[in-house]
């Protein structure tokens, strides 16, 4: 019974059970990934390993699990565990493994991607001077991201979702083509339109650009402001030279109000602006442009040549108008009858100026 052994011997370590990683997703600081891995429990655990979590760069493809000597591992210590001092936007390929010693792991067999927490911009806002609008400034943050654009969008801090920053997918962010100056935005984040005089939350963000990536990190605090009221349009109304009708030239307001329609009317002479749902209100089809008004803005009662009116104009939204101030003129009743001043009291009074067939304009004495 006799035999020689190999000298000296070999030490083995048992196969690892894998462990399971369970969520990899951007951190509360810029450039963070938080890493969520749990060993192996039960009839399962390893003896004598430590658990690591890891994340590489992924430019496209997702790499392999690092080698067991790479410097992206790190231990493991808290749940989730922070892999900090990644670049803000980049995407990365997040791991776990069972590690026996530093030349043995064994990795978990899901691979997750994630996106390094991004840098927050800043943002101001203010009511401007369009109507049903405001000003959103979104300023991007001086330490700049990767794969990431800058949005402004605002909200109706009394609606469903309340003041918070809107979701990342919603479909009123608006693109800031140029960072750190005032833009423009009349649409709520769910792609409803602002009411003027009404208060609303507007905040920035930076909204990462990888596919399929629903990720971004908004201003926080967002800011308070409220959009502008309706401006006033304007209105000129003139006899004209059709019998029984008025010529009325409404004009949109500059600056303008946003979604709204210019129509125009004629009440009786001194009464105020007619209600908004009267049917005699009549839609101007060229801004600056004299269209013809033969009815008042109750749609049945005819304009009478030579009786007094006064004309409006205003800019139309659902049930809300704004009114021109209004403009008093005399219906054309085919003769125009001169008024003597007293200093030329029987001069030319009575007399009076009429249109023939021909068009042209003829002086009738009295």
Not at 97 to 125: H, K, M, Q, W
């Amino acid at each position: 019974n006799y035999g020689v052994c190999s000298e000296p011997s070999a030490d083995v370590v048992a196969a690892l059970n894998a462990p399971t990683l369970t969520s990899a997703v951007p951190g509360p600081s810029p450039g963070q990934i938080d890493v969520t891995a749990t060993a192996p429990t039960g009839d399962n655990a390893n003896v004598d390993s430590t658990l690591r979590v890891a994340c590489l760069a992924n430019p496209g493809t997702q790499p392999d699990c690092p080698a067991a000597g790479d410097v992206a591992w790190r231990n493991a210590t808290s749940s989730p565990q922070a892999i900090p001092g990644l670049t803000a936007g980049d995407l990365y390929s997040c791991y776990a493994a069972e590690f026996a010693g530093t030349d043995y792991r064994v990795c978990s067999t899901a691979v997750i991607d994630a996106v390094a927490a991004l840098n927050a911009p800043t943002v101001a806002a203010s009511t401007g001077t369009v109507g049903r609008a405001v000003l959103v400034n979104g300023t991007a943050p001086s330490d700049a991201n990767v794969d990431a654009e800058l949005k402004v969008a605002c909200v109706d801090p009394d609606g469903l979702s309340g003041a918070a920053c809107p979701a990342f997918d919603a479909v009123g962010w608006v693109n800031v083509t140029n960072p750190g100056v005032a833009q423009q935005v009349s649409t709520l984040a769910d792609g409803s339109s602002m009411v003027g005089g009404t208060a609303y939350t507007c905040y920035s963000a930076e909204i990462s650009t990888l596919p399929s990536v629903n990720y971004g990190v908004c201003s926080e605090p967002g800011t308070d402001v409220t959009a502008k009221t309706l401006n006033q349009p304007d209105v000129d109304a003139v006899s004209g030279g059709v019998p029984d009708q008025v010529s009325v030239t409404g004009t949109v307001p500059s600056p303008g109000n946003v979604g709204t329609v210019l129509k125009v009317a004629c009440v009786t002479s001194d009464v105020d602006c007619p209600a908004y749902n009267a049917t005699g209100w009549e839609n101007v089809t060229e801004s600056g442009q004299p269209q013809q008004v033969s009815k008042l803005a109750n749609g049945t009662t005819d304009l009478v040549g030579g009786d007094s009116y006064t004309c409006y104009s205003a800019e139309f939204v659902g049930n809300d108008r704004v009114c021109s101030t209004g403009s008093d003129v005399v219906a054309f009743g085919g003769e125009l009858k001169l008024v003597a001043s007293d200093s030329e009291a029987g001069a030319q009074f009575g007399r009076s100026v009429s249109l023939n067939a021909a068009g042209d304009v003829a002086l009738v004495g009295a």
